[in-house]
């Protein structure tokens, strides 16, 4: 089992849509999340972080963490094409290390 | 506030030379954390320094090192390079260490792409 895992994807999703991302983590005793947004040949922009279990919202953008379920998820409502990137779910570990997931590539479409 | 930054940008090097890496933190951040970025492997951790020490270390051999300067600015070195090196090298800080509090937010810089042939 990977340590942090992302739903696959390509994800495509119209225009003004609601676009959910969702990510897994293993280790139970991570305490900080995170979600970054990666334009192709651009590095990682940090975009959300939640630690506490519940909803965190953002403009656009709402992080959801259940720590019970091992769970983290990001909304983005009314997608916009300026959003189509890859996102990319990272876990702060019990044992300091931050672990990235493979990434979802998401795609608004017009 | 300026960002991240890193450099060089691009890089080409041969199997066998090796290879320095710098980035200069957000000012008033103290932790560098490196990463290396292929698309096989995605997004990995290789090491983090927080006040000139060395916190935490992913799993690369031993041809990977870093140090990190008193001013937080930081460098990583890779020996021996090998074909597999090549990769996208992120490095990343902020403003506490991984190991303390919560305010580890990363921000990344742009990166510098190694090309090894």
């Known amino acids: 089992q990977k340590e942090v895992e992302q739903n696959s994807g390509p994800l495509s999703v119209p225009e003004g849509a609601i676009a959910s991302l969702n990510c897994t983590y293993s280790d139970r005793g991570s305490q900080s999340f995170f979600w970054y947004r990666q334009y192709s040949g651009k590095s990682p922009e940090l975009i959300m972080f939640i630690y506490s279990n519940g909803d965190k919202e953002d403009g656009r953008f709402t992080a959801q963490l259940n720590k019970a379920s091992q769970y983290v998820s990001l909304l983005i409502r009314d997608s916009q094409p300026s959003d189509s990137a890859t996102y990319l779910c990272?876990?702060?570990?019990?044992?300091?290390?931050?672990?990235f997931g493979p990434g979802t590539s998401l795609s608004v479409i017009p | 506030k300026a960002g991240v930054t890193q450099t060089p940008r691009y890089l080409i090097k041969t199997r066998g030379q090796q290879v320095t890496l710098s980035c200069s933190p957000i000012s008033g951040h103290r932790s560098v954390s490196w990463y290396q970025q292929t698309p096989g492997q995605g997004l990995q951790f290789l090491f983090e320094y927080f006040s000139e020490t060395q916190r935490n270390k992913g799993n690369f051999p031993g041809r990977f090192s870093g140090r990190q300067f008193s001013n937080s600015r930081s460098e990583m070195n890779v020996s021996t390079l090998e074909l597999g090196d090549s990769a996208l090298y992120l490095c990343?800080?902020?403003?506490?260490?991984?190991?303390?509090?919560?305010?580890?937010?990363?921000?990344f810089g742009p990166g510098t792409r190694l090309t090894v042939t």
């Open positions: 990272a876990v702060k570990t019990s044992y300091d290390k931050v672990i």
């Open positions: 990343a800080s902020s403003l506490e260490g991984l190991g303390t509090g919560n305010l580890h937010e990363q921000y």
